[in-house]
């Protein structure tokens, strides 16, 4: 038998569009730091590709994927891109999301108002995929890439933020303090950042780790993404964007019933 503390936490998400006034909220409060938030997002994609691409493309030329040549300037943007996203799409589900729920007690707040945790939790996991548009603007503005599926790009990249987000916010919900972000970042986000094939082929690895790096999410997301700056479709583009979806649901829901718990404490 479920006690009261623990019934109808994993019920299914109760959503309404009152999401949205807790989003234009996040909103209002962001434009007034809009500028310093953007140059933060933008630097580091940019970082990575000067660096890396420009620096080391120079020493490394072109590389062979699948079998077609394409430059390594290419090969990183299209990772890096990725990368990028998870970076700040957790990093906004996790210490501003925090700040929000335990620290100034904003949920607390928005709660009192006819707005459930249900619609909180998923305008937290929306507004922290907001920063993919400025991201991708940087490799407009770079011409790194001229292909018209960039646009499709964008898309994925939504729903690339909207998955580590909510994986992000599992880790909101279970957080005693700031310092618990560190175990994700180190342990969870700086792996996949290595090993799923952002900097170099993921062929390169060893086998075991080669197939244990396929179920990265990181891994997914960088396998939808290359193809289309290639002006290319990916291989099995509907299973890929399925695994993505089917990762975020699962990522959401599992979010939510952490924080019911949280709140119900």
């Not at 011409?143 to 499709?152: A, T, V």
């Not at 580590?164 to 950042?193: C, E, K, Q, R, W």
């Amino acid at each position: 038998m479920s006690s009261p503390l623990t019934s109808g936490l994993w019920h299914a998400p109760d959503l309404s569009l009152r999401w949205w006034p807790v989003f234009l909220r996040n909103f209002l409060v962001w434009r007034k730091l809009a500028i310093p938030s953007l140059i933060g997002n933008i630097a580091e994609p940019l970082m990575w590709l000067v660096a890396f691409g420009y620096g080391m493309g120079a020493l490394v030329g072109e590389l062979t994927v699948d079998g077609q040549k394409m430059p390594y300037l290419l090969f990183l943007a299209s990772g890096a891109i990725c990368m990028s996203v998870m970076n700040a799409a957790s990093f906004e589900a996790l210490y501003s999301a925090f700040s929000r729920m335990h620290v100034q007690k904003t949920w607390d707040g928005i709660m009192n108002a006819p707005v459930t945790l249900d619609n909180v939790v998923l305008a937290e996991m929306l507004w922290a995929t907001f920063t993919a548009t400025a991201i991708l603007g940087v490799i407009l503005a770079l011409s790194i890439s001229h292909s018209p599926k960039l646009i499709i790009v964008w898309g994925v990249l939504v729903l690339v933020g909207m998955m580590f987000s909510s994986i992000a916010l599992i880790f909101n919900a279970l957080a005693p303090g700031y310092d618990f972000f560190t175990y994700y970042f180190t342990l969870v986000l700086t792996p996949m950042m290595f090993l799923s094939g952002v900097f170099f082929p993921r062929e390169q690895l060893p086998w075991v780790v080669r197939v244990a790096t396929e179920w990265l999410p990181l891994t997914t997301a960088v396998e939808l993404v290359r193809p289309l700056f290639m002006d290319q479709w990916p291989a099995h583009p509907l299973r890929l964007g399925l695994v993505l979806l089917a990762t975020t649901v699962l990522a959401y829901w599992v979010a939510l019933a952490l924080t019911r718990r949280r709140f119900r404490a």
